[in-house]
């Protein structure tokens, strides 16, 4: 009896017009005992459609769920229970090291970022000491980067010119807490995957790119060269460049050396690791210190050349005082407007701050053999870059190059960004005196010397190239544009290039026919059986039967899979085509692989009736028929008005079979195109109906909604002739004689054969291709004897949907076995129509 709450749902569906399906069509067969496997036990499977309260539930967490959700915030508890001396040997060997290089590059990304040179040792400390609670990467390092400095001196310099009045460590606080807040919400609602978006080629056009913007721009500095702004186009930085090389001063001398120096340095340790390989983790070393070994050199050089000078009159530029401690630790300064200055900005400084962050924590972590969590290393991103600006920081990220160094360095628990804050920490406390002389050239050699890592091999562009050689396209205009506009506006370009040919691809994805071979399985030159021991001699030299078992497979009718053209490929059956998605089956794409379905079935068979319209009138606009040439033709070879210009040697459609492999869900506007093409193909065959089988449907949603638009079941004719429906099912055995399901099923035959036996025996449903298969008044116990010996199968999917396939072969046998009954009952009609126009002449 109906529930309360459906009463009052088919109510309301009454008074809204609503037509509620209370069963699905085909559920009255299977009470009638048509289309049903019959097995020796009395179970079925009819399959459920899933509903809107599963889906519901699936929505909803539960409360394991929470408790895994907030166990998953804070990774640093999963393993910090397990520490121990030689992981705490390793964090040390890596804290310290990346602490000396982490020092120069902070106060050098600082200058970019057109901050004084003490916040970026700011960010650098809350970076490296905040990721450690959060990370799910051991190799990440946090902190100042080049192109997140890039990005925060634009929108600086951008914001000076709106506010003149407001700092410029403030204007970097305020983005680095809006940027932050954002990644932050997409990693707390685990959206991770969002960065998936970005493909490769954008990647590493952006990183290209930004390399080439930053490197250019920091050549006036390192030369000495004033006079221009460096955050033109990078093209105009390099031509103002060019021109202002007669104004180059003695900076030339410390940036120029320093940077020969840096090379020379790395240069030599990696010759020396290939020609003493014992002493490879001490080159290793070397060259990792060779950015600290370049600075306080070139700034010993600085000092004997400048300690006697006056602040103005230094013979290069230096950085001067830098102050002790944490001065600008405050409340950073956020209000309406400085959020609507930086908002045009934040969409590219967001993308900056995830997709370098991801993809080096990523490639690391592949190479290292662990997994890290997209969303919690959003979640770690967001954290430090909203704390970060208490301390004075500004926007930070995970570094390449540090991360680089850090995994070399033996790094073993995400821990020791807990040694490079001490580090850092005793720098800002101890070393602003050393920093006080460091050369303004020297720290732009090495910010060049750090970016040139970050360029794109051309072995990896030709790569690309190998692969796709449409993504080198997208690449090179990345970097064209990044260098003729800005980093911001190359982002923007590659993303949505690779958007747009992803959308392309989907919106003219077509699906492909396919034919069918019968293959062996050959090893050398024997043919095997299925599990590759039975060999049943030589290829080609067996008969009789030793006859091997062979398979059919469905290849592409056009080869374009690259098989083999030479291997011929037969139509499945005149009238019958096996259709494949191959771009999925949405809403882009639903119109155009239909489109290309109609074009290719109209080409290949014909319409079912040939008979002609009563008056020319009556035909429709797109159809008018063939010409007097060809009526003329068909009349004298005796065919119908109907049949002229129409090739009658091609097949009637009789049966289309989708292939819903590659497709995974379905939407309104895709089925209600399938649908369309239903309508329009059964006018075409009218009036027989086209037999619609669905294989490799792997979604039950999916089932669901080609259910509700009338396929996974038989249509009826449209002259109410019919023919008993031939289901083919694929069987499969579950459990087995020893298993805990047979034993439980046997203990429950058992206690029920005593009821039994003294009723009639039930009569078994009954099977689509036999008669009934009833016993009659045998023996119980001899059924139950029998029914125990015999392996116990059912059908994989549902009774109910005797449409709806497992695999192309189960389909096309189905199709192919209700086309001939379906004839040889047309044939049966026939006959005694003939038989009884005799029997009336005769009366």
């Known amino acids: 009896m109906a529930s309360t709450r459906t009463k009052i749902g088919h109510g309301l569906a009454k008074v809204l017009g609503i037509k509620v399906q209370k069963s699905e069509p085909y559920q009255d067969e299977l009470t009638r005992g048509e289309s049903v496997f019959s097995v020796a036990t009395t179970e079925t499977f009819v399959e459920e459609p899933p509903t809107t309260a599963e889906f519901l539930r699936e929505l909803i967490p539960s409360g394991k769920q929470v408790l895994d959700y907030i166990w998953s915030l804070f990774p640093f508890l999963h393993w910090i229970g397990y520490y121990n001396v030689q992981w705490l040997i390793g964090d040390l060997v890596a804290g310290i090291t990346i602490g000396a290089v982490v020092v120069p590059q902070g106060m050098a990304y600082a200058v970019l970022a057109n901050l004084a040179p003490q916040f970026g040792l700011y960010s650098s400390f809350m970076g490296v000491l905040i990721y450690w609670f959060f990370a799910t990467s051991k190799d990440i390092t946090i902190g100042p980067v080049a192109v997140m400095s890039t990005v925060t001196g634009g929108v600086v310099a951008d914001m000076k010119t709106k506010l ?54 920091q050549v006036p500095t390192m030369m000495g060269i004033t006079g221009f702004s460096t955050r033109d186009a990078t093209y105009l930085v390099f031509i103002h460049t060019l021109q202002g090389l007669p104004r180059t001063k003695l900076d030339a001398a410390m940036g120029l050396t320093a940077l020969a120096m840096l090379y020379l340095i790395r240069s030599a340790c990696k010759y020396a690791a290939k020609r003493y390989p014992q002493k490879q983790k001490f080159f290793f070393f070397l060259s990792t210190l060779r ?34 401690g944490f001065q600008n630790a405050a409340v950073p300064m956020l209000n309406k407007e400085i959020a609507s200055g930086i908002a045009t900005h934040l969409p590219a400084a967001v993308i900056v701050l995830l997709i370098e962050h991801i993809a080096i924590s990523k490639s690391f972590g592949r190479v290292n053999n662990y997994t890290i969590n997209p969303s919690q290393e959003m979640v770690a991103i967001g954290v430090t870059n909203l704390l970060g600006p208490f301390l004075g920081g500004y926007p930070a990220t995970g570094s390449f190059s540090r991360t680089a160094i850090k995994s070399k360095a033996g790094v073993r628990t995400p821990f020791a960004g807990v040694i490079t804050a001490v580090v850092v920490l005793l720098a800002i406390y101890a070393l602003p005196a050393v920093f006080y ?86 090893i050398g030159d024997h043919v095997i059986g299925d599990h590759g021991r039975q060999i049943y001699g030589e290829y080609g030299t067996m008969t009789g039967s030793r006859e091997p078992p062979a398979r059919n497979i469905f290849l592409p009718i056009d080869h374009k899979d690259g098989s083999n053209p030479g291997i011929e490929l037969e139509m499945p059956y005149p009238g019958v085509f096996i259709y494949r998605f191959n771009e999925g089956f949405n809403y882009p794409n639903a119109s155009h692989t239909l489109e290309y379905l109609t074009d290719f079935i109209f080409k290949h068979t014909r319409r079912t009736n040939l008979s002609t319209y009563d008056r020319p009138g009556d035909r429709p606009w797109n159809d008018p028929g063939p010409s007097r040439k060809e009526r003329k033709a068909a009349k004298a070879a005796g065919l119908s008005e109907g049949a002229a210009g129409v090739n009658t040697d091609l097949p009637t459609l009789k049966a289309i079979i989708l292939d819903f492999s590659a497709v995974n869900n379905v939407d309104i506007t895709s089925v209600q195109q399938l649908i369309d093409v ?102 119980p116990k001899a059924a139950f004897k029998r029914n125990a010996e015999q392996r116990r199968a059912v059908v994989v999917h549902g009774l109910n949907r005797p449409l709806f396939h497992v695999d192309l072969t189960s389909a096309l046998q189905s199709a192919i076995c209700n086309i001939e009954n379906r004839a040889q009952v047309q044939r049966a009609d026939n006959r005694s129509g003939v038989d009884a126009g005799v029997d009336a002449k005769q009366v």
């Open 678 to 779: 239903r309508n329009q193909l059964d006018r075409y065959t009218s009036p027989d109906v086209v037999d619609w089988h669905m294989a490799c449907i792997s979604n039950r949603w999916t089932k669901r909604a080609l259910v509700s638009a009338g396929f996974g079941y038989p249509t009826e004719r449209q002259d109410g002739l019919h023919h008993r429906w031939q289901s083919i099912f694929s069987v499969a055995e579950i459990g087995g004689s020893d298993s805990a399901a047979q034993a439980a099923d046997d203990a429950l035959n058992e206690k029920e054969l005593g009821r039994r036996v003294s009723q009639a025996p039930p009569t078994d449903i009954e099977a689509a291709s036999s008669g009934s298969s009833s016993d009659g008044g045998a023996d």
């Open 291 to 324: 950015t600290v070994f370049v600075i306080l050199l070139y700034t010993m050089i600085s000092w004997l050349a400048n300690r006697h000078m006056p602040r103005g009159k230094a013979k290069f530029k230096i950085l001067f005082t830098v102050p002790r």
């Open 164 to 217: 003149p009045d407001v700092p410029g460590h403030f204007i970097a606080s305020a983005l680095a807490i809006l940027a932050g807040s954002i990644v932050l919400f997409i990693g707390l609602i685990r959206c991770g995957w969002i960065v998936d978006l970005i493909p490769l080629s954008a990647l590493s056009a952006f990183m290209t790119g930004s390399a080439i913007n930053i490197a250019v721009g």
């Open 437 to 522: 002389y460091i050369p303004s050239a020297s720290l732009s050699a090495v910010i060049i010397h750090a970016v040139g890592d970050l360029i794109t091999p051309p072995n990896t562009v030709y790569q690309f190239w190998r692969v796709s050689p449409l993504d080198v396209v997208i690449f090179f205009v990345g970097v064209i544009v990044t260098v003729f506009f800005s980093i911001e506006v190359g982002i923007y370009t590659t993303i949505c290039i690779s958007a747009f040919v992803l959308l392309f691809r989907i919106l003219k994805g077509r699906g492909t026919f396919l034919g069918r071979v019968k293959v062996h399985s050959v």
